[in-house]
């Protein structure tokens, strides 16, 4: 009993320290996140030391487990690595948002014929209009003096319908011969065609809100900003969020990045560009000769030159667009595979972090794709070392006790968990986090290997968009790697309980089962992203606004650009289908009601229904269909999730692991 205790002292140290620091400080104070991001690098410091001297020198070398002994100790050094670059990154914190403030007033102070001129460019290729449409009609609602500001659609489909609703609209379409270098080439001819001071980017099928300009030009300010990144949000569900059947309580896979991580780089000046929803400087564009087009990935390139040249990259962690996240997982998996291989690209070329001529040596260090290269290897590793040890008997160190693993691994884990948990409340949960990362795995970790060898094998390739998931799918190559190895983890459990079959002895056992229990489940939850879910393209925003339907009043629940829920009392009747519905700001628009319906929370004790909701169905056109578009995608609402249920979390993980769903309003 004592020695248990004396093993868990280390542990309950983590957790009183955690208990009396963090949680009684402000996760937004630069000295919190130092002094704590020091006490967690401390605690790794301390297993990584022990495992050193304790578990890999006193390993005799006795064949072939000599090697996977130091085999896993290397990706645990890599690991080590990766967590302490993570810890440094995270041990700032910046809030640009009132610098934005006091920039505007001086910004917008000077008269509308002093203000610069913004070329946007919206650089596309197969997209098609239901999409389109509404990033064109945005930026052209952008608030900004309309002789100061030019929208270019740039497209490499050459596409005539494309060209008529530009036309129509007042944007320029902007074609080329051919499609040399995709995006970075298509944007390098818009240069050519252009001559605005700045240039602000959109991807296809994201949506400007209307402040942007008046949040991210005065920044320019200062002459040595030449990109002002903004944070890319969604109108719709991500795959993960839909296949797990948490669309409306866990946050797009993008927010730790976007909330959480990219402000803390802006505190160390080692932002970088993501290629939507930013806005660069043109002399600083000229200055590196256009968008870079030797990566796949042209906008963290864009950043690294502008480095070279003395330029850095800004960070505004406002709400200032909205987009298309992947549709399914086919463009999930499009998206990070490019992302992955343009960032192991930087690695061969002349601006890159190793061969950048203008780079700091912290800059350099900052730049390294370390996450891509070590995390899939790790998530891999976790998988594999307790089944080789239940089928092999193969020790991944010199064990001697169980004391000491959980003395010196178990403060290590709790550490880590607590400081995401404390730092990014609104985004991380241990097990779901694992699993997204898990089930990523299976497909990245090629692709890393793959990019090492040949970085420029594999050609630009268009994250598809627009394609909606309308059918149920199924990614079978990711799932039998999944059930592949919850079944020969399980096998080696299991023979490990018979004493004639067992391949193990000691100790270690314990901890194996362990692990290899969490492991499943991990790969349990994983495999459920491999049943997609159809899901509409359009999805509608929650919102609470008074409107009439045929006279009579109503609160209006959620809007579309097709389809309207109206709560209505329950007396209300309507004469026909064919209704009118007034909406402020817009004409009364001609809508049928196809069904009526009722929410438990809307009946009362005595069995009373309080209200019911019609579902309202429109077909908007030209500038009516645009003003919709500006009402929904400019800034007004959102989808995005504020804090994550965890009761709510995990009552829908179970129920879809037996195939049903249940999603919170």
Not at 371 to 376: A, E, F, G, K, M
Not at 468 to 491: K, M, R
Request: glycine share 6%; net charge neutral; charged share 20%.
């Amino acid at each position: 009993m004592v020695q248990s205790l004396l093993a868990l002292a280390s542990t309950l140290v983590v957790i009183a320290f955690f208990l009396l620091g963090p949680s009684n400080w402000s996760r937004h104070r630069t000295w919190a996140r130092a002094i704590t991001c020091a006490f967690v690098a401390a605690v790794a410091l301390r297993y990584l030391v022990w495992r050193f001297t304790e578990t890999v020198l006193p390993y005799p070398n006795d064949g072939a487990n000599f090697y996977w002994v130091w085999f896993v100790f290397i990706v645990e050094v890599l690991a080590f690595s990766e967590v302490v670059l993570f810890l440094v990154l995270m041990s700032r914190y910046v809030d640009r948002s009132t610098e934005a403030d006091r920039l505007a007033r001086e910004f917008f102070a000077r008269s509308e014929s002093d203000l610069p001129t913004v070329d946007v460019f919206i650089p596309t290729y197969n997209e098609p209009l239901d999409v389109l449409e509404r990033t064109i009609v945005g930026a052209l609602a952008l608030d900004y003096p309309k002789d100061k500001l030019t929208v270019y659609v740039l497209d490499d489909g050459r596409r005539e319908w494309l060209r008529t609703f530009c036309e129509g609209r007042g944007a320029i379409h902007v074609t080329r011969s051919d499609n040399a270098h995709a995006k970075a080439g298509n944007m390098n001819n818009g240069l050519a065609v252009s001559s605005g001071d700045f240039i602000a980017v959109f991807d296809a099928d994201f949506v400007p809100y209307r402040n942007f300009l008046r949040r991210t030009l005065p920044f320019f300010s200062d002459e040595t900003i030449g990109i002002v990144q903004t944070p890319q949000h969604f109108f719709n569900v991500d795959p993960v969020q839909s296949n797990l059947g948490l669309e409306n309580i866990w946050p797009d896979e993008q927010r730790l990045f976007f909330d959480e991580i990219a402000p803390s780089r802006d505190g160390w000046d080692v932002s970088f560009c993501c290629g939507s929803c930013s806005i660069a400087r043109r002399k600083a564009i000229d200055v590196i000769g256009g968008f870079p087009t030797e990566s796949i990935t042209e906008d963290l390139l864009t950043t690294l030159s502008m480095l070279n040249k003395g330029y850095k990259t800004r960070y505004l962690n406002e709400r200032l667009s909205m987009g298309l996240a992947a549709e399914n997982l086919a463009g999930y998996f499009v998206q990070r595979e490019r992302w992955c291989q343009g960032g192991i690209q930087t690695l061969y070329l002349h601006n890159g972090p190793v061969r950048g001529l203008g780079l700091s040596l912290f800059q350099r260090v900052m730049f390294l794709p370390m996450s891509w290269l070590v995390q899939y290897l790790v998530r891999f590793s976790v998988l594999v070392v307790p089944i080789v040890y239940l089928w092999f008997g193969a020790l991944p160190l010199y064990f001697t006790d169980v004391t000491d693993y959980v003395s010196n691994q178990v403060p290590v884990l709790v550490a880590y968990f607590l400081l995401m948990l404390w730092m990014t409340p609104t985004r991380y949960l241990p097990l779901v986090s694992t699993a997204v990362g898990t089930f990523a795995t299976f497909r990245m970790l090629p692709t890393v290997l793959s990019s090492l060898v040949r970085p420029f094998g594999k050609p630009f390739k268009v994250t598809p968009k627009g394609s909606g998931n309308e059918a149920s799918a199924f990614d079978a190559y990711t799932f039998n790697c999944i059930a592949g190895f919850i079944v020969v983890t399980a096998i080696g459990l299991l023979i490990n309980i018979v004493p004639e079959t067992a391949h193990t002895r000691g100790s270690f056992s314990t901890i194996a089962a362990f692990w290899s229990g969490i492991n499943i489940v991990v790969l349990v939850i994983a495999s459920l992203i491999c049943f997609e879910k159809p899901r509409r393209l359009l999805q509608a925003f929650k919102l609470d606004e008074a409107v009439a339907v045929d006279g009579s009043a109503g609160r209006l629940v959620s809007l579309s650009l097709d389809k309207a829920v109206v709560a209505v009392p329950a007396e209300i009747r309507f004469k026909s289908t064919r209704v009118m519905l007034n909406l402020e700001g817009f004409a009364p628009l001609e809508a049928d009601l196809r069904q009526v319906t009722q929410r438990r929370g809307d009946i009362t004790r005595s069995g009373d229904m309080r209200r019911y909701y019609l579902h309202l169905h429109f077909d908007l056109h030209g500038f009516e269909r645009d003003k919709m578009i500006t009402k929904l995608y400019t800034g007004r609402y959102s989808r995005d999730i504020p804090d994550i249920d965890k009761v709510a979390v995990s009552v829908n993980l179970l129920l879809r692991a037996f195939g049903r769903t249940r999603t919170a309003s």
